[in-house]
């Protein structure tokens, strides 16, 4: 069964992109606009390999983090099926936040600051980072549910007009 997108293609997410955020987020129990918040904060493009100043890279949409490479050769993913193809960032984003969300006591803030700044050595700077970048993805996260609330509300509305 496929999951029903809630919004529809922006920006450069094309209507594939959505459904597959839709699909990540069944699969791995994470809130489907949450990624899109972490999509349209880390806003990488496909191809994109970003090097960090300790020298991993940041890949793709998602902006996927190298050090996860080695989990994810588990299951035969390499770098540029991180960096490349858009589905599969997206379900590499949905794993690590549902991860990050287990570890870190079912809390979805937290989560999302262990995706940008790793789940240990939270000292006050990188917890400070961390803290920013988290704010930033909830605050878009609920631009999101604002948006979906809004024309739902008005399709609903929409379709109990044409039925009378």
Known sequence: MDAVA???PYAHVTQAAV???AQASSRYDVPELLLHA???KENGRLGSAVRNKNGTFDLGPAQINS??????GRYGLRAEHLRDNFCINLYAS???LRTYYNEK???WFKAVV?????PNRWTPTRYAIGYRYATD????WWEFHNWVAANSASRTSSSVQASK
């Not at 050090?67 to 994810?72: A, D, G, Q, S, T």
């Not at 262990?114 to 790793?118: K, L, Q, V």
């Not at 993805?137 to 878009?140: D, F, H, I, L, R």
């Open 137 to 140: 993805v909830v605050k878009y």
């Open 94 to 96: 949905a794993y690590i």
């Open 67 to 72: 050090v996860w490479l080695k989990e994810f």
């Open 6 to 8: 809630s919004l529809p």
């Open 19 to 21: 459904q597959c955020a």
């Open 38 to 40: 972490i999509l349209r």
């Open 105 to 107: 006591g079912g809390d």
């Open 114 to 118: 262990s995706y940008n700044i790793g």
